[in-house]
C-alpha cells in the first residue's frame, strides 16, 4: 500500500479527510439577487442585504438548493427534505452580518460516496455531508499602509461545503478524490472547481497513526487553493506529525496555514483559541423543506456522470479502462471525444484525443478550451488516413499544422501537396530511383541481408517526401527485389 | 383647528371625505401640536417638509377625486422602520447618525395608501425595554402625568413609548409600532390607546430593525379599535422580502367590527390571575368579563398550565436572537464608527460606545445563552418550553375563540422608577410574552381608570391570523367602557 511512512519506530499510516468548499455555479447569491460574476470591480455587486443594513433579511435561492440536491444525487447521497439554516457568529470585518448563514445539524444532504482510482486501484471514499452556506467578503489589507480594505463582492455567494470521511490514505489520494469531485460537479453544473478563482477551495485534516491504531489527533490546514499544495500540504504536515511523535512529542489539536512559497504548514491557532460560534438556527428563515418528488424531478434530468461514462466507454467502445479513465474525467474532454468518435472508429479516436492532442496540450500548456483544434476538424483528419488519402505519419505533420493554425486538415493536405501516393507507376518510379542510387546494398541485400528491406523503405518514403503510400511500396520493393 | 386633534383616523378620514379639512390644514395642526410639546420627547426625528410635501400630494389627489385610504392621515413612525432618506436610529447611539437609502415595507405601504409622516417616534433602544427609558434619545413623558394624582413624571410605556404617547398626547392620530414581547400593548395600555400585535408574519419585517426575529411583530398604535383595524389593512400583507411573512390574504378588518358577537367564546386563563394583580385591575378585568357576556359572549375558564415558563423562555430566546442580530452593528460599513489603530479595539470602543447598558445586557445574556456547553440547557429548553406554551394556546382554541387578559400588571410607573431592577421592568411583559412567543393576535384596549387616574388595559388574544375576532371584541370592549381619551395632556 502506498502513502505509508517509514519512521523511526516503524510503519505510520496518514489519515486524511477533507472538506471542500465549492462555489455554487449560479447567478446571483444565496440569500440576494446580487450577481456573483468573478473579476468584477469591488463592491459593485452587493445588495443591502449583503451589506448588512439594518433590517435586510435573506430569501433562499431556490437555483442554489437545486444545485444542491444534483450534487448530492451526484454522489449517491441521501438527499434531506428538511433541512435547517443556522447562524454561525463570529465578528470579522468581511463578514458583514456578524454571522454567516450555514447549516449545521440538519444539512441539506446527508451521507454519500464517490470512488477513486489511486495508487492501490479503485477506492471508495465516504461522504459525510454536504451543506449549504454563504461566503463571506474579501480584506485586503495591501492597498494602504495603516488600512484595511473590505471587497463585499464574494459576501454571500453561495457554497457547498463537502465534508469527506476521513478514507483517504495519501497524498495522491485527495489530489485523485478532488479531481474526482470536481469532475462530478463539472458534469453536474453545478461547480465550475475553478480553484484560480477560489470556487474550490479545501480544508484538510490530517492525521498519522500506527496500522491498526486508533485514529491520531488531527491537524486542520485551512483554506487550501490547489490540488498540488493539497499534496504538498498533506506531506509536509504527515512527515512534522510523524517527526513530533517520534520524538515522544504529542500532537495539538489545532488549526495551521499553508504556505505555498516554503511548502510548509504552520500554526494559525490552537483548540483553545477556537472560536465559539454559538450556532442557532437562523430565526429569519424557515426550515427548508421539499418533496420528494422534486427530488425524483431532478434526479430524471442528470447527465450522464463520469463513472457511467467510462464503463460505457469500456463496454460498448472496447476501449481500455485507463483510456476511458482518461478521456471522462473532464467532462469537456468527454464531449469532445464523443463528438469526435461519433461514427469513426473508437479505438483510433481514443488514439488520436490521448497522444497527439493531450500531447500537444501539454506541451503548449494550454486547455482544451484554448485549443485551435475543435473535435469536427480532428475527425476530418482521421477520416482522411481511414480513407487512404494520407497515412498515419503524414496525419501527425498534419495535426501539426492544424494546432498551430487552425486550419482544417483536408486545406492543408491540399495546400501542401500531402495526399499519399498510391499510384504504382509513380511509386515504381521512385523505387527504381533509390535502386539505382544503391547498387552496392542491392547486391548485398540479395545476398541475404534482409535487413536491408528497411533501409529502402525508409529511402523510398524519403524521397516521396513522406507521401508514399506505405504499404504500397512494401509490395512493390518485395516484387523488384526478389522478382 | 382645535377639533383636529380630537379626531380619531375615521373621523378624519370622514372630515377630508366631506371636504372640511385638506390633508395640509390637519398635517399643520399636528406638526404644530409637535412643536409646542416637543419636550414630551415622542419624536426622534420630525420629518416636517415631508409631511407637508406629502401632505400636498394627498390634497392633489382628493382634488382630483382619487383620494387613496389613508390620504391626509398624519401619523408617526417608530424609529426603527427604515425610512429612505430619513434617519431611522432604533434609539441607539449606534445608528444615531444612520440614514437609509430604503423604504420598509410597512411604512412604504402606508405611503402607498397615502399616509403622512410625521416623523420617527421615540423608543427603547433596539426595542429593549417597557418604558422607553433606555433610548439614547432620552425618555419619553406619558401624557397621562398630568393627569396623575401624584407629581412624578409618568413612563409611556416601551418599547413603542414615543408612538404610545404620540397618539395619546394628540402629536399623532396613528403611530406605528413593534411588538416583539408586548412593545405596542404595554405602552398602548399605559398611555390608554389601542394597541395591536397582529399574527407574527401578518406585517413584513423587511426593513424593520431587527430585535429578536423570531417574535418581532410591526403593528398599530390608534385611538380606537376602528383606526387600528383601518391602519393595520395597510400595514399587513404578504411580502417575498421576508420568508417569514404569511402568504395569506389580508381581510378588510373594518367589515369586522359589526358589534356582534353573539356566542362567540372567550376563554380566561386561570394562570393570569396573580396575587401580586391590583385588585383595580383584577376589577377591570371582571368589567370586561361582564360586558362580553352582555353582549351575548359565552365564557369560560380555561388553562394556559406553562404560563408562568413564559418570561424566562422569553428572556432566552429574545437575547440569543438579539445578540446576533446586534453584531451587524460594528463601525465597520455604517453608523458609529470609534476610530481605533487596532481592529479589536476599534470593534469594542465602537460597541461599548453605541449600546446602551440594557442592550449590553441582553448582548451578554444571549451571547452566554448560545454558548457551547450551555446551549442545551438555555436556548433548546426555551425553545421546547416554547412549542409547550404554544400548545397550550392551541389546546385552549379548541374549546374558545379569544381570550380575555389584563394587558400589563401595573400602570404606568414614575421615570426612574425600575431602572435598577431589571427583572421588576421584565416583569411588565408577564401578560403580553406568552402570545408574542405563541405567534398569535392580540390587542389591547384601553379600559378604565386606575386610583391614581390612570389608564389601564384589557388584552384580548385570538388565534394564529383571526385578527378579525380580535378587532370585533376589542370594538365591544371599547364601547362598553366607555373610556375615554378627550381630556387627556389638555389640563
Known sequence: ?483 | MSNILDLNLAGLQKAIRDKNLSAKEITEAYLQAIEQNYQSNCFISVTEEKAIQMAKESDKRIERGEALALDGIPIGVKDLFCTSGVRTTAGSNILSNFVPQYESTVTEQLWRDGAIMLGKCNMDEFAMGSANTTSYFGSVENPWTTRAKFGKKLVPGGSSGGSAAAVSGGLAVAATGSDTGGSIRQPASFCGIVGMKPTYGRCSRWGMVAFASSLDQAGPLTRTVQDAAILLKSMAGYDPKDSTSANVSVPNFELALNGDIRGLRVGVPREYKREETPPEIENLWQKGIDILKKAGAVISDVSLPHTKYALPTYYIIAPAEASSNLARYDGVRYGLRAEQAELQDMYQRTRDEGFGDEVKRRILIGTYVLSAGYYDAYYLKAQRVRALIKQDFDNVFENVDVLLTPTAPSEAFAIGENDDDPIKMYLNDIFTVPTSLAGLPAISIPGSLSDTGLPLGLQVVGKMFDEESVLKVGDILESGVEFTLQEVGKQ
Open chain 1, 1 to 483: 500500500m502506498k502513502g505509508l511512512i517509514e519512521g523511526q519506530t516503524g510503519t505510520w499510516e496518514v489519515v486524511i479527510g477533507l472538506e471542500v468548499h465549492a462555489q455554487v455555479s449560479s447567478e446571483s447569491k444565496l440569500f440576494s439577487g446580487a450577481s456573483t460574476a468573478f473579476g468584477a470591480k469591488p463592491n459593485t455587486q452587493v445588495s443591502l442585504i449583503d451589506a448588512a443594513m439594518p433590517g435586510m433579511l435573506p430569501v433562499i435561492n431556490q437555483h442554489c438548493v437545486r444545485q444542491a440536491i444534483k450534487t448530492g444525487l451526484g454522489i449517491n447521497a441521501t438527499v434531506n427534505l428538511k433541512s435547517v439554516f443556522d447562524r454561525k457568529n463570529y465578528f470579522y470585518p468581511d463578514l458583514p452580518q456578524g454571522y454567516q448563514i450555514s447549516q449545521y445539524k440538519q444539512p441539506i444532504i446527508g451521507e454519500g460516496t464517490l470512488t477513486i482510482v489511486s495508487e492501490d486501484g479503485e477506492k471508495e471514499i465516504g461522504i459525510e455531508r454536504i451543506h449549504l452556506e454563504q461566503d463571506a467578503g474579501k480584506s485586503m489589507h495591501d492597498q494602504h499602509p495603516s488600512k484595511s480594505f473590505i471587497d463585499l463582492n464574494r459576501s454571500g455567494v453561495a457554497l457547498m461545503e463537502i465534508v469527506s470521511k476521513p478514507d483517504m490514505r495519501s497524498a495522491v489520494e485527495a489530489a485523485a478524490y478532488i479531481r474526482k469531485l470536481r469532475s462530478i460537479m463539472r458534469y453536474l453544473g453545478t461547480c465550475d472547481g475553478n480553484m484560480q478563482e477560489g470556487s474550490l477551495r479545501c480544508d484538510v485534516n490530517v492525521s498519522v497513526r500506527k496500522i491498526g491504531e486508533e485514529l491520531g489527533t488531527r491537524c486542520e490546514i485551512k483554506n487550501v487553493n490547489s490540488i498540488r499544495f493539497v499534496q504538498q500540504a498533506i506531506d509536509y504536515e504527515a512527515r512534522r506529525q510523524v517527526e513530533l511523535l517520534e520524538t515522544g512529542a504529542s500532537i495539538d489539536q489545532e488549526t495551521r496555514l499553508f504556505d505555498a512559497s516554503t511548502g510548509q504548514t504552520r500554526s494559525m491557532r490552537s483548540k483553545e483559541e477556537a472560536h465559539d460560534y454559538r450556532y442557532f438556527p437562523d430565526p429569519d428563515l424557515l426550515p427548508l423543506e421539499f418533496s420528494q418528488n422534486y427530488v425524483d424531478e431532478i434526479k430524471a434530468e442528470l447527465p450522464e456522470l463520469p463513472d457511467n461514462k467510462r464503463d460505457r466507454f469500456v463496454s460498448e467502445f472496447g476501449l481500455s479502462a485507463e483510456d476511458a479513465d482518461t478521456l471522462v474525467e473532464e467532462k469537456a474532454t468527454a464531449e469532445f471525444y464523443e463528438e469526435l468518435s461519433n461514427g469513426r472508429d473508437k479505438k483510433l479516436a481514443a488514439n488520436w484525443v490521448i497522444t497527439e492532442l493531450f500531447g500537444a496540450l501539454n506541451k503548449s500548456g494550454i486547455g482544451l478550451r484554448e485549443s485551435k483544434v475543435d473535435a469536427h476538424n480532428l475527425g476530418s483528419l482521421i477520416d482522411l488516413i481511414s480513407d487512404g488519402t494520407i497515412s498515419g505519419r503524414i496525419a501527425k505533420d498534419v495535426f501539426g499544422e492544424m494546432f498551430e493554425s487552425g486550419g482544417s486538415a483536408g486545406s492543408i493536405v491540399a495546400s501542401k501537396g500531402l495526399r499519399q501516393i498510391s499510384d504504382s507507376r509513380q511509386l515504381t518510379g521512385l523505387i527504381d530511383a533509390v535502386l539505382s542510387e544503391n547498387h552496392d546494398k542491392v547486391t548485398e541485400f540479395r545476398e541475404g541481408k534482409d535487413k536491408l528491406f528497411g533501409f529502402f523503405v525508409g529511402q523510398v518514403m524519403k524521397r516521396s517526401q513522406g507521401q508514399a503510400n506505405p504499404k504500397l511500396v512494401n509490395e512493390l520493393l518485395k516484387e523488384k527485389l526478389h522478382g
